[in-house]
């Protein structure tokens, strides 16, 4: 019996792989072959793909990490929301259409993304190192590495626009300081997940947005 959930579990994992690269992949190739509009405006399925793939495979089932999913994504939120509404802590941006729906300027996908990059950058990071202050840093330097090649690709697919066309220094060290505190509350309360997955959820992201930037900005 323990052999065939094994089995089952190992088929759920390089199922939910093969979605996203195969979805991202996609996106890759479909806009460098000229129909970017029509791929540009499933970001947000894609975006909920994936949130719905790591619920599936961390997997998110408990009260605990419920509600810590809400918090990460209520924290996200806030900080955009400052962000977009002051012109505070990240520079003065705007988000465009290809997020879709927003509460005052601030998609309620980007809450998404933050809690699902927490969750994913956190296990990674607890992989790596035992040290609690090595695995918070680790953590927060994997999602401020994503963010930089991010903001090349953000503009182009309209999913936020800084003032004057490039992210401020002070963007990336709003993002490495919201994402520190993010990840002590996350190895503070030893959140568990699956590894692989988050490994190939985050690299997924990284060879997108990393794609986009070497085509569009070397």
């Not at 990240?90 to 729906?101: K, L, T, V």
């Not at 996908?109 to 809690?115: E, M």
Request: glycine fraction near 10%.
């Amino acid at each position: 019996m323990k052999k065939e959930l094994s089995k089952l579990l190992r088929y759920k994992l390089h199922f939910s792989i093969f979605l996203l690269v195969l979805f991202h992949a996609s996106a890759m190739i479909g806009v460098s072959m000229g129909y970017k509009e029509w791929f540009v405006s499933k970001t947000p399925f894609t975006l909920l793909l994936s949130s719905v793939l790591l619920i599936w495979n961390y997997p998110i089932n408990s009260p605990k990490k419920w509600g810590f999913a809400g918090f990460f994504f209520f924290i996200g939120m806030l900080a955009e929301w400052i962000g977009v509404s002051r012109g505070w802590l990240f520079g003065e941006y705007a988000y465009g259409e290809n997020m879709g729906p927003k509460f005052d300027g601030v998609p309620y996908l980007i809450g998404v993304f933050w809690a699902v990059l927490v969750f994913v950058t956190g296990s990674i990071a607890g992989k790596l190192s035992q040290n609690l202050f090595v695995k918070i840093f680790l953590g927060a330097f994997l999602m401020v590495f994503l963010d930089y090649f991010m903001e090349t690709a953000a503009p182009i697919f309209d999913f936020w626009t800084f003032k004057g066309g490039v992210a401020p220094l002070e963007n990336y060290l709003t993002w490495f300081g919201v994402a520190f505190f993010l990840h002590f509350i996350f190895q503070k309360f030893d959140l568990k997940g699956n590894f692989r997955f988050s490994l190939a959820l985050y690299l997924t992201q990284l060879m997108f947005f990393g794609y986009f930037y070497f085509l569009y900005s070397v």
